[in-house]
């Protein structure tokens, strides 16, 4: 059994926090042989709820669950912790687009972006799941200056899993056989949904599915599936979004298999001319606790028209935030660049070698 390590997640008591903390306690996220030590964060407010969770996490008696702390302050919530999920936000409700969540949820992630800087393990890895996450994430990454950028990452497997999941039922197979999948841009409307590199047992999903209902139905189905879920729920996904946020930290932390890869937004060094400066799901392989951009993949004119148009929206959502984002961590951002590597090549000293 190795020794515990320490996971803060923030909005602890919420929908996501209460689906993903039972299975991060029985090893879904770190494995079956990582004990954590939890450190649950929440608004004064609803600390006798955050309780609650905490008891209930006690009665399942988790062999892995080496201790839980309960906290109110962020500062304390983040000590020295080496992985942070950074859940708690406004949720959108009916009716409401992303866009009305903007300035609410900014504030909170400048603030913690600045605790997380000061208080956290200094190789911290962050998972930014409250919307709009890329932004966020952004948010979050500018005002923690001691940290590199690629500490900070956001949600967009969950766009990445749906794919796999609506897929596998459209063609009969299970999703795990689902390869090369990606999602592009921002986690939004205006996300793209590639399945042009994919394949199936090494049949292209472009052999497999109609390029029309692809085209037609299958893009604006995952576009719109949150929108989807709030209708029929009344609230938006959170055990598939719990689900999803295990998946992306165990592919940091644990990599991706073989040659497949997931998606994750990540801070863009410029691949596929998108702009540096902003947060991007990418499709990226990882290995040794590092995820590298998968490059050199060809794209459809209509599906670059669609990248450009997501990244667009990020520019724009930047500027509705521009006065939370210190000039001084600019430059780290608009001049990052990544390791490059080929496609199959991916050695512990390339991937080490950071910027
Ligand atoms: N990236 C993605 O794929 C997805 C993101 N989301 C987003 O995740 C977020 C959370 O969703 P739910 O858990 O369903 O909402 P929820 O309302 O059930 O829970 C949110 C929790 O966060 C807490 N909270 C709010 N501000 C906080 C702060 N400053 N510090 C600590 N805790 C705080 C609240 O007290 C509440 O318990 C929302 O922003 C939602 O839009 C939801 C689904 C998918
Ligand atoms: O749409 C929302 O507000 C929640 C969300 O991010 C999703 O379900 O993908």
Not at 37 to 66: K, N, S, Y
Not at 90 to 105: A, V
Request: net charge negative; charged share 20%.
């Amino acid at each position: 059994m190795r020794s515990p390590v320490r996971v803060a997640v923030t909005g602890a008591a919420g929908s996501i926090g209460r689906a993903l903390l039972s299975r991060l306690g029985s090893g879904a996220m770190l494995g079956p042989d990582q004990p954590v030590i939890l450190q649950l964060i929440e608004l004064p407010t609803a600390m006798d709820q955050l309780r609650g969770v905490a008891m209930e996490l006690e009665d399942c008696a988790f062999p892995l669950v080496h201790e839980i702390t309960l906290h109110s302050d962020p500062a304390t919530g983040f000590q020295d912790t080496d992985y942070a999920i950074l859940i708690g936000a406004r949720p959108r409700t009916k009716g409401m687009e992303r866009s009305d969540l903007m300035r609410i949820n900014a504030e909170i992630f400048s603030v913690q972006g600045r605790q997380i800087n000061d208080h956290a393990n200094p190789n911290v890895r962050v998972l930014v799941v409250g919307n709009p996450c890329n932004t966020n994430a952004l948010i979050a990454s500018r005002n923690a200056p001691d940290l590199h950028p690629t500490q900070f990452t956001a949600m967009s497997r969950l766009d990445h899993n749906r794919m796999a999941g609506i897929l596998a039922s459209r063609t009969g197979t299970n999703a795990s056989d689902i390869r090369k999948l990606a999602v592009w841009g921002n986690h939004s409307a205006t996300m793209v949904p590639d399945i042009t590199h994919g394949n199936i047992f090494g049949q292209p999903l472009t052999e497999l599915v109609d390029q029309q209902w692809y085209q037609n139905e299958f893009v604006g189905r995952i576009q719109q599936r949150g929108a989807e879920i709030i209708q029929m729920c009344g609230q938006s996904s959170s055990l598939s979004a719990a689900s999803a946020a295990l998946d992306h930290m165990n592919s940091w932390v644990n990599g991706t298999h073989g040659d497949d890869y997931v998606s994750m937004v990540v801070p863009s060094d410029g691949s596929y001319g998108i702009s540096k400066g902003i947060m991007f799901s990418f499709p990226v392989r990882c290995r040794f606790g590092r995820y590298q951009i998968v490059q050199g993949l060809p794209l459809k004119p209509w599906l670059v028209d669609m990248i450009k148009r997501t990244e667009e929206e990020l520019l724009t959502e930047r500027e509705m935030v521009r006065d939370l984002l210190p000039a001084e961590t600019e430059a780290r951002h608009e001049n990052l660049e990544l390791p490059r590597f080929g496609e199959h090549y991916m050695t512990v000293a390339a991937i080490n070698r950071r910027p």
